[in-house]
């Protein structure tokens, strides 16, 4: 079974609608991540969380919003989908601690294609 | 500015010669360093990291990379490329100046591997 698991894997929606996304890991990760990947501009940070109830924007968080419901669940909705939200998107954990987090690398879920039509 | 560059879009192989895939970076304080290997339909999967140390660091699938740091690079070799070794690679870099949330990862935006046979 998978670390990080995310759900859906594909997913087609309508322009206007709310849709979610989720993540769940079985990793013990303190921290967890929302990235988008679109051709040509890399991985882009959405939101990020330490902790529980902790939540952070990254650098592209408009149109989206997050849930971190457990340590081990962080979801991902768009509000009102738009077709420039088509991506590829994918959750990763790190683990908090000793020694420090920054040097621990990201695991990664197998990602949510998202196409808005 | 903080930024990693990775500067062949794609980098084509025959199959038992030597690969070198590129990455540079410019940052202002000591930089955490990573590579991470992307296979079609899958997430991010970590390949290697230099942190401190030896300056040539030794990876998963006999991948290795050196940390030059007079010319601010770390790029990612390996002696004899395999036809599976065909994939999207990404360079990340860590600041390590600044306080705590400033310490974000800088990404680059990927060379697309391709080891013919």
């Known amino acids: 079974d998978a670390d990080v698991t995310q759900t859906p894997r594909n997913r087609i929606t309508k322009t206007g609608k709310r849709i979610m996304l989720e993540c769940s890991q079985t990793?013990?990760?303190?921290?967890m991540y929302w990235y988008r990947q679109d051709p040509g501009l890399g991985l882009r940070l959405i939101y990020y969380s330490f902790d529980v109830k902790d939540i952070n924007k990254g650098e592209i968080s408009d149109g989206y919003s997050v849930s971190r419901q457990a340590q081990a669940k962080f979801s991902l909705s768009l509000e009102s989908a738009i077709p420039n939200q088509t991506a590829l998107y994918f959750c990763a954990t790190n683990p908090l601690g000793r020694p420090s987090s920054y040097n621990s690398p990201l695991h990664f879920g197998n990602g949510t294609r998202l196409t808005v039509t | 500015a903080q930024s990693v560059a990775q500067p062949e879009d794609q980098v084509n192989v025959a199959e038992g010669n030597p690969l070198t895939v590129k990455c540079t970076y410019s940052v202002s304080g000591n930089p955490y360093l990573f590579w991470y290997v992307q296979y079609p339909n899958r997430g991010l999967q970590f390949l290697l990291k230099?942190?401190?140390?030896d300056n040539l660091v030794k990876g998963s699938y006999g991948f290795e990379a050196e940390f030059n740091k007079s010319q601010t690079s770390f790029h990612l070799k390996k002696p004899s490329a395999l036809v599976s070794d065909s994939a999207l690679y990404f360079c990340?870099?860590?600041?390590?100046?600044?306080?705590?949330?400033?310490?974000?990862?800088?990404w680059g935006l990927g060379t697309s591997l391709a080891v013919n046979p």
């Open positions: 230099y942190i401190t140390g």
């Open positions: 990793k013990g990760h303190d921290r």
């Open positions: 990340a870099v860590r600041d390590m100046s600044g306080a705590g949330n400033n310490r974000k990862l800088i």
